[in-house]
T-cell receptor, first 112, second 115 residues
């Protein structure tokens, strides 16, 4: 079935790099996404990657996609306390209809 | 500015009452979605609509109802049949353009508490 998995928690020190991992199941997904959610707020798109790409870099964010292993990762360089939030990965299912499947979210805590 | 507006942000309901959560978008998006968020469970899809006057059940539709009479609006009614309605509800929309990344844009959410 459709499933996206993430680890629940990650703790890093300010200035270090954070790596958040995600595995997904639908190999036909055309796009994969990373969203950030701050307390009590909606989800904010951070970045996305097209399925024929291996890597995408956007300022402090680097997305790596291993399509063979269905593994997606988000690296945040020079992590700041303002990066503390929940991070969700998501895939889009386009066969028949458009549905987005979200992971459980990874809560990132940045220690000063 | 284009975006999605959800209201109310906080809502309290007594058991046995129906409540309706509003979701309005001015992004001219065809598709709209309702998700429920519970701690540690991520987002679960309640209902979605690909086009006006059409909608489909998601994974947890029981106890909920929706309508899509206008492109801009996709209200969600939480009925008394929903056994555990206390949650954070998120509305989202997406463009169905074939050349785009189909990015899902979210509202700020509505927190429903049943007393």
């Amino acid at each position: 079935g459709e499933d996206v998995e993430q680890s629940l928690f990650l703790s890093v020190r300010e200035g270090d790099s954070s790596v958040i991992n995600c595995t997904y199941t639908d190999s036909s997904s055309t796009y994969l996404y990373w969203y950030k959610q701050e307390p009590g707020a909606g989800l904010q798109l951070l970045t996305y990657i097209f399925s024929n790409m291996d890597m995408k870099q956007d300022q402090r964010l680097t997305v790596l996609l291993n399509k063979k292993d269905k593994h997606l990762s988000l690296r945040i360089a020079d992590t700041q306390t303002g990066d503390s939030a929940i991070y969700f990965c998501a895939e889009i299912i386009t066969s028949g209809t458009y549905k987005y499947i979200f992971g459980t979210g990874t809560r990132l805590k940045v220690l000063a | 500015d284009g975006g999605i507006t959800q209201s109310p942000k906080y809502l309290f309901r007594k058991e046995g009452q129906n409540v309706t959560l509003s979701c309005e978008q001015n992004l001219n998006h065809d598709a709209m979605y309702w998700y429920r968020q519970d701690p540690g469970q991520g987002l679960r899809l309640i209902y979605y609509s690909q086009i006006v006057n059409d909608f489909q059940k998601g994974d947890i539709a029981e106890g909920y109802s929706v309508s899509r009479e206008k492109k801009e609006s996709f209200p969600l009614t939480v009925t008394s049949a929903q056994k555990n309605p206390t949650a954070f509800y998120l509305c989202a929309s997406a463009d169905r353009g074939s050349s785009g990344a189909n990015v899902l844009t979210f509202g700020a959410g509505s927190r429903l508490t049943v007393l």
